[in-house]
């Protein structure tokens, strides 16, 4: 590592570090607010500076990496993180297999929005469901079956976010402080097939990308299943950073959920 780039990451970590010092210093940070969002008339979920939007677009059908459709989050004008769904695969390709939307419905009365999606080969059908609450979003999935033994260890619900937004920045998984890499990073393992496949960067609980600035930081977290962190270049030059949580086996119901917040910037 060059002397500029050990200065770049300590300056980031030290940054980060005051950051949540001044914040436990105050119950209300002087420089942002955790949004309230609400389901507005356009059928997805806004707040000033920040808008999430659950199967507003579909897949194209041809590029399952369009990045153009799942659960999608706009932060101050930017899309930061979009194609959340499940997904075959820790760094989605654009010949990968994607979901095909079945139906979309909007519950207003309880806050929420219920997409049902399905893979044709193997068989498998699931819900999508997004819910407002505690000052974010519960985003979950649903099946009346267990899933096929073929997807077992393999089906995830992902979501991406734009790594040209965030290289340079730090996030943190569980309390522990990393930059997000300037060039491919993590370790590759090799299938069967002999395509490679990459393993995570960072494991945990919780997940916060881009913590020191209020316009562009997002958290994640997920009781139960380990969230994933992958590094989407080290698969493919136009990879986006991966984050995932495997779908558990022999489990039917809501068998995962997540809470996604995002922090904005006072006007």
Not at 116 to 141: C, E, M, T
Not at 257 to 266: A, D, N, Y
Request: with cysteine.
């Amino acid at each position: 590592m060059t002397i500029g780039r050990r200065l770049g990451v300590a300056s980031s970590v030290i940054g980060v570090a005051l950051c949540l010092l001044l914040s436990a210093c105050s119950n209300k940070s002087a420089r942002s607010d955790w949004t309230q969002l609400v389901l507005n008339d356009s059928s997805y979920f806004e707040a000033p500076g920040l808008n999430v939007m659950v199967f507003s677009h579909s897949y194209d059908g041809l590029f399952d990496d369009s990045k153009m459709a799942g659960i999608e989050i706009v932060h101050h004008g930017l899309c930061m993180a979009r194609n959340g769904d499940v997904h075959l695969n820790p760094a989605p390709g654009q010949w990968d297999l994607h979901s095909i939307l079945i139906e979309k419905k909007v519950e207003r009365k309880n806050n929420l929005i219920i997409a049902q999606l399905k893979y044709d080969n193997p068989h498998f059908i699931y819900q999508i469901q997004a819910r407002l609450g505690d000052g974010g979003i519960y985003v979950s999935v649903w099946t009346d079956q267990p899933i096929p033994d073929e997807l077992k260890g393999i089906a995830s619900l992902d979501i991406e976010f734009a790594p040209m937004l965030y290289v340079g920045h730090t996030y943190i998984m569980d309390g522990k402080v990393r930059e997000i890499p300037h060039s491919p990073h993590g370790e590759m393992i090799i299938r069967k097939t002999d395509a490679s496949k990459p393993l995570p960067i960072a494991t945990g609980k919780k997940f916060d990308i881009n913590p020191d600035d209020a316009e562009r930081h997002i958290t994640v977290s997920s009781a139960e299943q380990n969230l994933l962190f992958y590094d989407g270049w080290s698969k493919a030059q136009n990879g986006w950073l991966v984050l995932r949580s495997l779908l558990p086996a022999g489990k039917s119901g809501k068998i995962l959920e997540w809470f996604i917040s995002g922090e904005t910037k006072k006007s």
